[in-house]
């Protein structure tokens, strides 16, 4: 199929899908003006002002051993505060508002579908919004975190703050994990975006979908810039910006855009 068969394709599966759930990575927030991690623009390389690899800075041993480094990183690396949602997440919550739409997974940490207005958004790896402090759970918000220099304290313990993101060596939140397992086993549709599911556990979620064999009628998309190992075993696959494809298939379904 060419693009305009695949966009009509899926445009059609829409219109027959009740239970949609998309599943989102790095890729979803480049056409907002946030690098991914693994392009070759990508925040992995073009690193060449640290020495230690970003995996190594973003880890939970890091952290703690290297507090005032990993803070220097963070805030020049990871906080695109002035993003804003690009099509792909205003699609995404329109379709929510359609009732089309159950559940936004995403492994991105900058808040852009809330932003957009999805209501249903599951992060597997947290928030840049949240913070807290290690010592007494008090909470903050990101602002506080920039407006301090170098490692952010609580104002109320004096402990170290920790931004509410899942690091290198630390396990996803329990809860969120089911919560994006029981939405995708159950979805009739599956978008992925903007991810080429090549770290774990991301290729897993995606497999709960496929494992249902007795359900027939279940359609899956995959959207990606470019092709991954699992474009095959998807009704479609689209290597192209994903908030232009999701925009122009809203299009042919709803006047409302």
Known sequence: MNLEQKTDKF?????????????GGAGVSTESGIPDFRSSSGI??????????????????????????FYDFYKSK????????NNAHKILAKLEKKNKLKAVITQNIDNLHQEAGSKNVIELHGTVKNNFCLDCRKKFDVNYIIERK???????????????????????????????????????????????LAVYPAAYYVSCFFSDNKNTNKKSVIINKTTTDYDKIFDISINE?????????????????
């Open 150 to 196: 170098n490692v952010p304290y609580c104002d109320n313990c004096g402990g170290i703050i920790k931004p509410d993101v899942v690091l290198y060596e630390e396990q996803l939140n329990y809860e969120a994990v089911n919560s994006a397992i029981n939405y995708i086993t159950k979805a009739d549709m599956l978008i992925v975006g903007g991810t080429s």
């Open 44 to 69: 992995y390389n073009k690193n060449e002002e640290y020495n230690t690899p970003p995996e190594v800075i973003l880890s939970h041993t890091y952290f703690f051993e290297n507090t005032e480094k």
């Open 241 to 257: 910006k994903i908030g232009e494809v999701l925009k122009k298939v809203y299009s042919e379904l709803y006047v409302d855009n």
């Open 78 to 85: 990871m906080l695109y505060l002035n993003a804003k949602p």
């Open 11 to 23: 445009a059609e599966y829409i219109n027959q899908s009740n239970n949609i759930v998309f599943f």
